[in-house]
């Protein structure tokens, strides 16, 4: 059963919802906004993902219609049989009726995780059977602990059961540049109703992250002091939060910065991520990061903004390097109280790495995954791509869509990319055709 997921630990728990029918979002919004009706609390919610349909073989065909599916973490006084109960009162009002087990649906509404039980009746079964196989479960599950254990399961955290999965499904972040001298749209987004419209239509297409910049970090960028990068990216970040942030369902907002500064300002604006190209290792960065209970992207640089002059030595296996750095900074962040499950690794290609490194890096990123990191790739566009690629944008965005796939067969968590509907349609074309377990298994 398709479905997202919420979290109860002790009284918290984890709860599934999903739908594929008539209007998805409105279905998940509205079952969301009902919770509290039946005496849940809900804490946070995951991004949306899209799963294709898991049938019999010999299902009509209208019923292949995908799924979407999230997490919300929740807390409750109630005991699972009346959390199930109110559950399945929830799926009643939203329309739910019963069409047989495989039928397309309104609205599933599933307790996944009662904190650390184990539950066996006729009614109910808790770890919901088949949760470390279902990708649509663990990544927007993994989007909020990844390094959770499933009871019963073993020592392997969420994260690594959504690599064994035969379908790693990845969380795709939607890029706006606010910044006159980007290398790639520098200058297309000068003013609020072009972002405005800009991320409009990447939501529209599948993005469930916005990543907002302020600064180029391009080879030979004009490097901003705080208050200048700040004074462009405010109206911008606070239009959006005011557009997005007390929506049911919403985009997560990430600020590309590497200014402390700036990222306490984001932060106390409202902002849920922050893309630090410096790697976390500003001591007023990590403080900052110690105590806001965000996410943060740390990438492995050589030095910001981009030097194409400044590159691991040619003769050094640029894996070997990334991997010292991440060791070093694994061991800074850990004495520092940082919670790993909200640190997001990035390899950084093009910062510090000549093309053929970072091709290297993107073809061996599997080696960082013993680390229990989320991981994120900003590949688009790049200049690695200079040997086979043309320079206009369409060929770029095409290479850069090839290298996606390649990366979501790896098990890469996030994909920060410019051109979000070309990848989501490339990608519901590749999942659709992808291997998967039997639904009657």
């Known amino acids: 059963m398709d479905f997202s997921v919420a979290r109860i630990v002790g009284m918290d728990i984890y709860i599934g919802l999903g739908s594929n029918l008539g209007q998805r ?69 939203l329309g739910r009726t019963d069409r047989g087990r495989w039928a397309p649906r309104p609205i599933d509404v599933d307790i996944l995780l009662w904190g650390r039980e184990t539950i066996a009746t006729e009614r109910l079964r ?48 939607g890029i706006v540049n606010v910044t006159p001298d980007s290398f790639s749209d520098g200058g297309e987004l000068a003013d609020w109703p072009k972002v405005d419209a800009h991320v409009d239509a990447m939501l529209t297409a599948g993005a469930e992250l916005i990543d907002v910049g302020a600064e180029s970090t391009r080879p030979g960028a004009t490097p901003l002091r705080a208050d200048q990068e700040w004074a462009r990216l405010e109206p911008i970040l606070g239009h959006l ?57 740390a990438m492995h640089n050589v030095g910001v903004p981009a030097d194409k002059n400044k590159t691991l030595p040619v003769e050094q296996n640029p894996g070997d390097a990334v991997e010292r750095w991440l060791e070093q900074r694994l061991g800074e962040w850990q004495r520092a109280g940082l919670d790993l499950s909200r640190v997001i690794f990035d390899p950084g290609v093009g910062f510090g790495k ?7 890096l993107l073809r061996d990123l599997q080696r ?5 990191l989320r991981c994120l790739v900003g590949h688009s566009r790049k200049s690695f791509m200079h040997g086979f690629a043309a320079t206009d944008q369409s060929d770029r965005d095409l290479v850069t869509v090839g290298a996606s796939l390649n990366l979501c067969a790896q098990g890469v968590d996030i994909l920060r990319v410019h051109n979000v509907a070309a990848h989501v349609a490339t990608y519901r074309g590749w999942a659709h055709l992808a291997p998967r377990h039997s639904k009657n298994v």
Not at 57 to 85: G, H, K, M, Y
Not at 138 to 154: C, N, V
Not at 368 to 372: A, D, N, P, T
């Open 354 to 360: 000549n093309p053929l490194q970072s091709l290297q």
């Open 25 to 93: 979002r409105a279905h998940l919004s509205r079952a969301l906004e009902l919770l509290p009706t039946v005496g849940m609390r809900v804490l946070r919610v995951s991004p949306l993902v899209e799963s294709p349909a898991m049938l019999p073989t010999d299902a009509p065909s209208d019923w292949n219609q995908p799924f979407l599916n999230l997490v919300a973490e929740c807390r409750t006084a109630a005991t699972p049989p009346e959390t199930l109960d109110g559950l399945k009162r929830i799926e009643q009002a």
């Open 126 to 173: 808790v770890p919901h059977p088949g949760i470390t196989e279902r990708a649509f479960v663990l990544t927007p599950l993994g989007a909020l602990e990844p390094r959770m254990t499933i009871p019963g399961s073993g020592s392997r955290t969420v994260l690594e059961w959504s690599r064994q999965t035969r379908q790693h499904i990845p969380l795709w972040m």
């Open 241 to 297: 939060i005011d557009k997005h942030g007390r929506a049911t369902l919403r985009p997560l907002l990430s600020v590309d910065t590497y200014h402390a500064d700036t990222a306490r300002r984001a932060l106390a604006l409202g902002a849920d991520i922050i893309n630090d190209v410096s790697g976390l290792t500003a001591p007023a960065m990590l403080e900052i990061a110690v105590g806001s209970g965000k996410d943060w992207v």
């Open 368 to 372: 960082f995954q013993r680390y229990g």
